[in-house]
Structure formats: C-alpha cells, structure tokens
C-alpha cells in the first residue's frame, strides 16, 4: 500500500536560517505533490504544487522540489521568521486510480525561534 | 468569494443525539471533501463528492452520513457517535475534472461527543 513519511516530527530552527522539510512517498508514482500549511485548530491552507515533470518549483520565499526517481519531495523556507511557525503536509497525488483525493502525509512541526 | 465556510465552528452533542455540521463554497467548485482530524495527526480523508456525486467513502461507520443538496454545500449528518468520533471535522472544495488544483479548505468544526 502506498506510504507517505515526512521527516521528524518537530524541527526547531533559527530565524534567518533555510528550513527543509522532506517528504518520501513508497509504492507508486504521484502525477503531482502539494504542500500545505496547517495552524492549531485551523483548516491546511495551500502552499505550492509541483507536477512529476518539474524539478524545481518557487514562490517568494518558498521552493519545491520533487525527484521522482528517489521518490521524494523537498520544501524549503529561505530567511524563515517566527510567522513561518505552523505544521506543514505534504501530499502526494496519483491519477491512475479511481481515487482523485488528496492523502496527507504525517507533517512537521516547524518552530522558528527568534 | 474564495473561502470555504463551515458552521458550527464548536459542537457537543451526546451519543444520543442527531447533528449536522455544514459546510458551504461560491467559487464554483465542483469536488467537495469532509476530512477528520484528530490531535497531532493529519487530516483523513471520509468522503468525497464530485459534481454532486458521491465517489469515495472511506469505509466511514454509518453514523456519518454525507449529503451534498447541491453544488455549493455540503452537509455531514451525525447520529449516535462515540466519544472517540470527537476531532476536528474540515471541509474542503477543490474545481474538479482532471487538472491538478491546490483545495481550499474550511477552519473546520471542532467535535465532542460526550
């Protein structure tokens, strides 16, 4: 069956610094992978999607990146603020099955320190 | 309008009784998600309505029952749940057919069943 990991639970960081989330996905091949942003008790607000033939995807401070050979993704927060403080998922998506819905990864827990 | 609104923000019920949560979007959506959350985990999918249709049910007990009137709203009937069926229950709305989308999610109702 198909997996999705994010790595470690929590990561703590400095502001000003690079944060990178990673995320792996076994047993099949996404069509596209989405991030998303999630604070305590609100709903995932959508951050970046980036299909199986792009590389590399960027948004203001954001970048994506997506290897489909190692089957993984990696989001990056360039000059991270404390704002940039939330949990974030990933979310693989495949299009060779009747099921068009999105699955989530488990998520990181990003705390940027001042 | 580019949210997605879901109403009650807070509900108790008691095991005995029958509720609704609702969910509504005008952005012309045609693919509407319930999702369930619990503490520290991601978002699970429940069910999934396209163009009005429901097309995956992730094998949700019956007590959960999702109706969607039109294309604009979606409602999740509730029926003696179980103190364990307390979490975050978060809508979502995506335009549908084969394009790849970001999906706009509510804030979601927080749910405990006493």
């Known amino acids: 069956s198909q997996k999705i990991e994010q790595n470690s639970e929590a990561l703590n960081i400095q502001e000003g610094k690079t944060a990178t989330l990673t995320c792996n996905y076994t047993?099949?091949?996404?069509?596209?992978l989405q991030w998303y942003r999630q604070d305590p008790g609100r709903g995932p607000v959508f951050l970046l999607l980036?299909?199986?033939?792009?590389k590399e995807k960027r948004k203001e401070r954001l970048k994506v990146t997506f290897d489909t050979t190692l089957k993984q993704s990696l989001f990056h927060i360039t000059a991270s603020q404390p704002a940039d403080s939330a949990t974030y998922l990933c979310?693989?998506?495949?299009?060779?099955?009747?099921?068009?819905?999105?699955?989530f990864g488990s998520g990181t827990r990003l705390q940027v320190q001042p | 309008d580019t949210e997605v609104t879901q109403t009650p923000k807070h509900l108790v019920m008691g095991m005995t009784n029958k509720k609704s949560l609702k969910c509504e979007q005008h952005?012309?959506?045609?693919?509407m998600y319930w999702y369930k959350q619990k503490a520290k985990k991601p978002p699970e999918l429940m069910f999934v309505?396209?163009?009005?249709?429901?097309?995956i049910n992730e094998s949700v007990p019956s007590r959960f029952s999702p109706e969607c009137p039109n294309s604009s709203l979606l409602n999740l009937h509730l029926h003696a749940l179980q103190p364990e069926d307390s979490a975050l229950y978060l809508c979502?709305?995506?335009?549908?057919?084969?394009?790849?989308?970001?999906?706009?999610f509510g804030s979601g109702t927080r749910l405990t069943v006493v």
């Open positions: 979502a709305s995506s335009p549908g057919g084969v394009k790849a989308y970001g999906y706009t």
């Open positions: 047993n099949y091949s996404p069509a596209y």
């Open positions: 980036i299909r199986e033939n792009e």
């Open positions: 979310a693989p998506f495949r299009m060779d099955t009747g099921r068009r819905a999105l699955t």
């Open positions: 952005m012309g959506h045609r693919a």
């Open positions: 309505y396209s163009y009005e249709k429901l097309s």
